[in-house]
């Protein structure tokens, strides 16, 4: 049931403009599915979806699945998305335009996701944790370096 559940999620973000979870929810509903805000919401994490603009400029679910076959994509998103980005001891933190945490925190594990052991997002920050203060400035670099 959840494999075809999720199956059905992506159809619906392929084919509808979902802007949140409500909306996702009520589509699954209207398809059957009894699901609850708590459910979709591990929908979307297990499925990494993501919220981006689209080529309209709808702010909306898309797959970071299909994203990630164009690594372009990401580091462009990067760019646009952080504002700053600094480390303390083992943690780097990124600062982003609001809403767009989510968005570059999925384009970081894309491209540096070995260097890091897990990261967070919120609405405009991101923190990273690292093996060490050393990983930690060199992750930054890095990051610098694309900006």
């Known amino acids: 049931m959840k494999n075809k559940r999720q199956s059905e999620i992506l159809s619906i973000i ?11 929810q009520n589509e699954l509903l209207a398809l059957g599915y009894n699901v609850t805000q708590s459910t979709v ?3 979307i994490k297990e499925l ?15 797959s970071a699945t299909k994203k990630s076959e ?3 994509h990401y580091h462009d998103l ?12 083992n943690n780097v933190v990124i600062k982003t ?14 491209m540096f996701g070995n260097m890091m052991l897990g990261s967070l997002a919120g609405d405009d920050t991101i923190v990273i944790v690292t093996r060490s203060e050393m990983h930690s400035k060199i992750l930054v670099d890095k990051i610098n370096n694309i900006l």
């Open 97 to 110: 335009h609001s809403g767009m945490a989510s968005t570059a925190c999925v384009a970081l594990d894309d």
């Open 78 to 89: 990067f760019i646009k998305s952080v504002k700053s980005v600094d480390c303390a001891l």
């Open 41 to 43: 919401s591990r929908d």
């Open 70 to 72: 164009d690594t372009s």
């Open 14 to 24: 392929e084919q509808k403009i979902v802007y949140t979870q409500e909306d996702l």
């Open 48 to 62: 990494r979806l993501i919220k981006t603009h689209d080529s309209q400029g709808n702010y909306r679910y898309v």
